[in-house]
């Protein structure tokens, strides 16, 4: 599959950091019009930072210095999905796994002191939702006859989930602790397909 024009100018920067338009026009041969129009939405999308251009003695150049560009922070390439693997299979291999993923649960989403109006089951629900949805989980719940459901419609874990499944236990903690109330998961959202468009939850609400 072809790279479109704005991703080959990632990879190039990618290899070549603190390029400018007329150097990127020589690698991908392309006019300075075409990789000025890219770079300006790479820019607004924010995959990539524009920087001041030093010559090789380390000083800022004089005049008026060609602009260069490298990725953003969020753009560069990185191993962090390989060190979170090594770190869960860490933690699964010691005798107190369990422990330790009831403390990651508690870490990863804080649980706040219920306000007056978080004090009932709908108010610490929403209240929950509020916190989770800091979090890449786009979740939301609804009401059902055997408890409320909440619907995790994006799994954050998903380049590692398949080999980390206790993680979906670390989610269920999550849901506990922020509500009070019991959880168990009824469903696993389905990432190669349709079929199952979220995880969902059901909470038990206390009687």
Not at 16 to 37: G, H, I, K
Request: with cysteine; glycine share 4%.
């Amino acid at each position: 599959m072809e790279l479109s024009t704005r991703d080959q100018i990632l990879v190039t920067l990618q290899r070549f950091p603190n390029s400018t338009v007329e150097e990127l026009s020589r690698q991908l041969q392309l006019t300075r019009a075409d990789v000025r129009y890219h770079i300006n939405a790479l820019l607004k999308a924010g995959q990539i930072i524009q920087m001041q251009r030093f010559s090789k003695d380390g000083h800022a150049a004089r005049g008026r210095p060609a602009k260069s560009y490298q990725l953003s922070a969020e753009s560069r390439p990185d191993i962090l999905t390989h060190l979170s693997a090594i770190l869960l299979d860490m933690i699964q291999s010691n005798a107190d796994a369990e422990a330790y993923q009831d403390e990651l649960a508690r870490r990863l989403i804080l649980a706040q002191a219920p306000s007056g109006a978080e004090t009932h089951a709908i108010g610490r629900l929403n209240a929950a939702i509020q916190s989770i949805n800091q979090y890449p989980y786009q979740a939301r719940w609804e009401a059902h006859a055997g408890g409320p459901q909440v619907f995790f419609h994006n799994c954050p874990f998903a380049a590692i989930i398949r080999k980390h499944p206790e993680l979906c236990q670390m989610d269920r903690q999550i849901l506990q602790n922020l509500t009070g109330l019991p959880a168990h998961q009824t469903r696993k959202i389905d990432l190669d397909g349709p079929t199952v468009p979220a995880c969902v939850f059901v909470l038990t609400q206390n009687r």
